[in-house]
């Protein structure tokens, strides 16, 4: 079983709609720790949120939010009122211990998001 | 502050030749880690280093594979020979001291290497 789960391969809005790019993962450890990146076309990886294990607070920053539910082991972004500069490959990531002082992160396939004008 | 820098970004060979990639990690980032992308494997961890030690290479594919990290601002991840089938890109990046699971990854802006 896939640690990290993005089972939308490719989303596409128009601009100005809503969206939620899904996350599932799965763990043993009781700490860890849950990322989003995003990889715009021009390559390089952009970090956008962290969240613990602890803390199912929902984040908003402008238009990104994050649903994080434990009980689904869900960590979902979402963007409000999308734009084209928000098209991009994005990835969730799972941080844990896998042992001593060691850990490992898992990253999820990827959503790319087409944002069309 | 000057991000996680690499070099070259990109680099076309032919199959057999030496390949290495470098990395400048960020100043003060005790952590140091190796990635490669692919479509077909999607990002995958290959190494990473603690204070220039290497702490997990699990994810290394092959012996041809080899990194290290003379000091804490450079490290180099060399294929020899390299292959076909070693095109990708491959990423660098750091993190600071605090324990690595919690702290988000700085990442740098990846070598395209294609092996001919």
């Known amino acids: 079983a896939q640690k990290v789960t993005q089972a939308q391969t490719e989303i596409s809005v128009v601009e100005k709609e809503d969206v939620t790019l899904d996350c599932v993962y799965e763990t043993r450890d009781t700490t860890y720790y849950l990322f989003w990146y995003k990889q715009p076309p021009s390559g390089e990886l952009v970090f956008l949120i962290r969240?613990?294990?602890?803390?199912?607070q929902n984040e908003i920053s402008g238009r990104y939010s994050w649903n994080f539910q434990k009980s689904t082991s869900s960590f979902n972004f979402t963007i409000t009122a999308s734009q084209v500069v928000d098209s991009a490959v994005y990835f969730c990531a799972l941080s844990e211990k896998v042992g001593t002082g060691r850990r490992a992160l898992t990253f999820g396939s990827g959503t790319r998001l087409q944002v069309q004008p | 502050d000057a991000g996680v820098i690499q070099s070259p970004r990109h680099e076309v060979t032919e199959m057999g030749q030496e390949v290495t990639l470098r990395c400048k990690p960020i100043?003060?980032?005790?952590?140091l880690f190796w990635y490669r992308q692919t479509m077909m494997r999607g990002l995958e961890l290959l190494i990473y280093f603690n204070n220039n030690v290497p702490i997990d290479d699990s994810g290394m594919p092959e012996d041809r594979f080899s990194a290290k990290m003379p000091n804490a601002s450079f490290s180099t991840l060399k294929i020899q020979p390299s292959e076909p089938r070693d095109s990708a890109v491959y990423f660098c990046?750091?993190?600071?001291?605090?324990?690595?699971?919690?702290?988000?990854?700085?990442f740098g802006d990846g070598t395209r290497l294609s092996i001919l």
């Open positions: 990046a750091s993190s600071p001291r605090d324990r690595v699971i919690n702290q988000p990854q700085h």
């Open positions: 969240r613990n294990s602890f803390d199912e």
């Open positions: 100043s003060g980032h005790d952590y």
